[in-house]
């Protein structure tokens, strides 16, 4: 018998549901869509909360099996069908090397993205300290140049789950702090672009730009803003 079909509640303008339908279309996985509403209070339905006590997305249903955080998922999704085994190393220490990335992207990276578009829904974009979320967002972007110092990829000289975990934060950050100081996080960047999988970042990646800018009411830099110092 055959394992029944992945339930995937999402909403794509949250940029860790993004990195699931990354990962879903680059495996080709046959997974049921369910919509969440984030900022019509969807995730506080007593339907939902049964299902997520946490009231978040990105939630998977997998027969028996409830995983709430998106890099939860990811694992679970690549060990199940990601035959060749690279995206998540069988080997010990690469493994390791990839998920340190990603819990760098959910601690740092996300939280401080998360703190700056969250205080734009919350306060309006003309109360925002732009300035601090900057410095803020900046030393992630200087991290992150680092790391591919020796390799082509976050985690190693081939694409992994840290990729596919950093790659649609790091878009949302974009549509207002520019990349062009960071040559190396530029090109891998553009590279992670090129993927046909990336096109599962880019409707809500879309969707969250007009949802914020409605909300904050302002508009983003069309190619973000240009950094003068880091």
Same mark, same amino acid.
């Given at each position: ?18 990195? =699931? ?6 495996? %080709?996985?046959?997974?049921?869509? &369910? ?5 019509? /209070? ?35 999704? %690549? ?5 060749? /085994? ?8 690469? $493994? ?13 990276? !996300? &939280? ?12 309006? !974009? ?11 967002? #900046?030393?992630?972007? /200087? ?24 790659? #649609? ?14 040559? $190396?996080?530029? &090109? ?13 970042? =880019? ?7 007009? #949802?914020?800018? &409605? ?8 190619? /973000? ?6």
């Amino acid at each position: 018998m055959s394992d029944p079909k992945p339930i995937l509640y999402y909403d794509d303008r949250s940029p860790p549901v993004r990195s =699931c339908l990354i990962l879903i279309r680059l495996l %080709a996985i046959d997974v049921e869509l &369910r919509f969440v509403d984030l900022f019509m /209070g969807a995730q506080f339905e007593k339907a939902f909360l049964s299902v997520n006590p946490q009231h978040s997305v990105p939630v998977l249903v997998h027969d028996e099996l409830v995983l709430t955080d998106s890099h939860a998922i990811l694992i679970h999704l %690549a060990e199940k069908f990601d035959v060749a /085994g690279t995206l998540w190393p069988k080997e010990h220490d690469a $493994r390791i090397q990839v998920l340190n990335r990603m819990l760098f992207e959910c601690s740092f990276l !996300f &939280r401080r993205d998360s703190d700056f578009m969250s205080e734009i829904v919350r306060r309006g !974009f003309a109360n925002v300290d732009v300035a601090h979320h900057e410095r803020k967002l #900046t030393e992630a972007y /200087g991290i992150m140049e680092q790391y591919l110092e020796r390799h082509d990829y976050m985690a190693g000289d081939q694409l992994t789950l840290a990729d596919i975990s950093i790659v #649609t934060t790091l878009s949302t950050v974009n549509l207002m702090f520019r990349l062009s100081h960071w040559p $190396r996080l530029e &090109r891998w960047f553009a590279a992670m672009q090129q993927l046909d999988a990336y096109a599962a970042n =880019c409707t809500g990646l879309e969707k969250l730009r007009q #949802t914020i800018q &409605r909300i904050g009411d302002f508009q983003f830099p069309a190619c /973000g803003l240009e950094i003068n110092d880091h």
